[in-house]
Every structure is written in structure tokens, then in C-alpha cells.
């Protein structure tokens, strides 16, 4: 029981640093090679954030835990809108300039109704994890087409000072991606193992300790980089990432997982309550950051509180339930 807690414990700050690496490296190495900025935040950094998710989903497959998996992957959604931009909003109240920002907020909400319609009967087949995989290309497509189409974005000229401001040498860069890829699958097997062992211990549901305990630590990347940048007034990097993520969450780790392991048999729990209150956030963060009758979108401190305390709801409820 030590040795699973230690394990948690090193593979969370392992994977926090590993992670951050990596997608400091793919950033500075995709700016060498002449990769336009809004590219660069929309799928190295928006994207890359998800990486742990992605590592420790596809690890946790492999291990013979889809529903640690599918825990991890949705209640990332949830700890990104309801913890990570409620504490970024009280941070800085946060003004949504960006398009592709607005534009993606819809994106998302149709690819969360489209995962529930997938795991309605209770399954997540192969096939309809390929279906994920196969969105998580189109969305990268999608990605790529706007941003060649739309270089003056505010996320490219926010993405743009970042990359002047952290300067790195092409052989540094592909070093730390090298390094953080290494270390991220390392550390994300250190850490599956653990939570695996300490749910079996107290006799926790994988989906539990997916939802909650994997979930927030494999989402501390975003939450630093989304506080950092809403400090910065970076609004459109901070909201950013965390619908980058989400969208990637769904998709790829979500799909990634169930192509190595389908997932049978879902806890009808998770429809009912989990993706429910994924569901309900998503719809409230489109309606703050979208905004309505010609408002300009905004996340302000009231804002933050009202995502902060949902995801404390949430969050007790279920500790409630265990003990």
C-alpha cells in the first residue's frame, strides 16, 4: 500500500514534468520548421496538453483497466472546465477574443453528444472507438485548415509572443521531446499501477479513481498553463487549452484506449451522473465563452465560482458515495 501511494505520488510529478518538456520542445521544434504559430497553439500546445491522458489511458488499456481509462479521459473534461478555468477565471477574469476558440466551442459540444450516442448501449466496441480516432484526425485536418486560413487569430499573435519570450535551439528542443516522450510513458506506468493497486486495496471502482484521483493529476499541465496565461491576459491560450484538450480527450485517449481494449459492459453510473455533469459543463462554459444577444464572451470571477463550486458538487458527491 506504501509503495502503490509512493507510486501515485512520483508518477504525478514525473508526469507534470515530463509532459511540460515535451510540449516545450514540440512547440520550439515546430517553430523551426516554419509552422505557423496558430498551428503551434491549437495542436502542439492545446493538444500536447492532453498528453498525459493519452499515456496514462492507453497504459491503464494495456493493463487491463478500460474503465480506469474511460474514467480518466472524461473526468479530465471535467476537472479542465469545472477546476482548472473556474480557478483560472478567479485568477483573471478572462475575455474570449478569439474565433476559432468560438468556432470550436460548438465543435465540442457536438463531439460530447456524439460519444454519449456511442456509449448509449452501455459499449465502447472497437469500431466506435476507431470512429473517435478516425474524428480526432478530421478535427486535426479542421485545425490545420483554419489556421492557414486565419493567421491574424488572437491565439496565433498570444501563441507568437510566448514562442519569442522562450526561445530554444532546435537541438535542445528535439532533446526534450525525446526526453519528455520517454519519461511520459515511464511515469505513466508508475502511476496506473499505483492508483490500480490502492483501488483495489479499498475495494474503489477503476472508474472512481479514473474520474477523480488520475483525472486531476494527469490535467495538471493544463491547469498550469491555463492559470499562467489568464495571469499574463493570454485569455485565448488559457480558454484554449482547455477546449483543445477536451475535444483531444474525447477522441483520441478515449479512442486510443478503446481500440487496444474495448470497453464492455460501461457502470450505468457513469451515463447517468459522470457524463451528465461532463455534458452540463460543456453546455455552460459554450454559453460564457460563445456569449448571447451580441455579448462578448466572457468568464468572469462569478463565473469561475459557479465552475469551481459544480466541480467541488461533483467531486464530494462522489467521495461521498465511497466512503
Given at each position: ?281 460543456t453546455l455552460l462554459l459554450f454559453v460564457m ?35
Open positions: 500500500m506504501l509503495l502503490a501511494s509512493l507510486a501515485i505520488i512520483g508518477g504525478f510529478v514525473l508526469l507534470v514534468w515530463s509532459a511540460d518538456k515535451f510540449v516545450d520542445g514540440a512547440a520550439a521544434t515546430a517553430r523551426h520548421l516554419g509552422m505557423p504559430s496558430l498551428l503551434i497553439g491549437m495542436v502542439i500546445v492545446g493538444f500536447g496538453t492532453s498528453a498525459p491522458e493519452m499515456v496514462v489511458s492507453a497504459m491503464a488499456a494495456i493493463d487491463g483497466a478500460p474503465m480506469l481509462a474511460l474514467g480518466n479521459a472524461f473526468g479530465s473534461n471535467i476537472v479542465n472546465i469545472g477546476l482548472i478555468l473556474g480557478v483560472a477565471a478567479l485568477v483573471a477574469p478572462m475575455l474570449v477574443h478569439s474565433k476559432i476558440v468560438r468556432k470550436e466551442l460548438p465543435l465540442l459540444t457536438g463531439i460530447v453528444l456524439f460519444s454519449g450516442v456511442l456509449m448509449w448501449d452501455g459499449n465502447l466496441t472497437r469500431i466506435e472507438s476507431l470512429l473517435l480516432v478516425g474524428g480526432f484526425f478530421a478535427l486535426i485536418g479542421w485545425s490545420v485548415y483554419s489556421a492557414l486560413r486565419d493567421r491574424r487569430d488572437t491565439l496565433a499573435k498570444e501563441t507568437e509572443q510566448e514562442l519569442i519570450e522562450h526561445p530554444m535551439t532546435l537541438g535542445r528542443a528535439i532533446t526534450w521531446i525525446v526526453v519528455g516522450l520517454v519519461l511520459l510513458i515511464a511515469s505513466s506506468r508508475l502511476l496506473v499501477w499505483g492508483a490500480v493497486e490502492v483501488a483495489h486495496f479499498f475495494g474503489i471502482s477503476d472508474l472512481i479513481v479514473g474520474l477523480t484521483i488520475v483525472a486531476l493529476g494527469t490535467s495538471l499541465p493544463e491547469l498550469a498553463a491555463s492559470v499562467i496565461a489568464a495571469r499574463k491576459g493570454e485569455h485565448d491560450i488559457a480558454i484554449g487549452n482547455v477546449v483543445g484538450s477536451n475535444m483531444f480527450n474525447i477522441l483520441a485517449v478515449a479512442g486510443i484506449a478503446g481500440v487496444i481494449m474495448p470497453v464492455e459492459g460501461i457502470e450505468s453510473a457513469f451515463m447517468s451522473r459522470d457524463f451528465v455533469v461532463m455534458l452540463a459543463l465563452a460563445v456569449g448571447l444577444r451580441g455579448r462578448q464572451g466572457r468568464i468572469g470571477r462569478r463565473e469561475g465560482a459557479v465552475l469551481l463550486l459544480a466541480y467541488v458538487a461533483y467531486n464530494s458527491y462522489l467521495v461521498a458515495g465511497v466512503l
